[in-house]
């Protein structure tokens, strides 16, 4: 079992250089993606109502439509 797994990585991946490095690079890019995606998730939870997304509507004077 763990020599068909392995037999199966080397043809896939592992047997030329150009889809060694693709894969590699598209899966940095991805894990990247979704790293910042949980640490900017996780930093709003933990600041929620402290950041100025929150406070905005609070300190901006809002232009009245002038319906003339």
């Known amino acids: ?8 990585l080397y043809q896939g991946l592992f047997r030329r ?3 060694f490095l ?8 991805a ?3 979704a790293y910042d995606t949980g640490s900017n998730k996780i930093w709003d939870t ?3 109502g402290r950041q100025w997304k929150d406070v ?3 300190y ?9």
């Not at 079992?1 to 199966?8: D, E, N, P, R, Y």
């Not at 693709?22 to 890019?29: D, K, N, P, R």
Request: proline fraction near 0%; glycine fraction near 2%; charge should be negative.
């Open 1 to 8: 079992m763990a020599g068909a797994i392995a037999s199966a």
């Open 17 to 19: 250089n150009a889809v």
């Open 22 to 29: 693709s894969t590699i690079f598209a899966s940095a890019f």
């Open 31 to 33: 894990f990247e993606i």
């Open 46 to 48: 933990m600041n929620r």
């Open 56 to 58: 905005k509507h609070r």
């Open 60 to 68: 901006t004077v809002q232009e009245e439509e002038d319906d003339e």
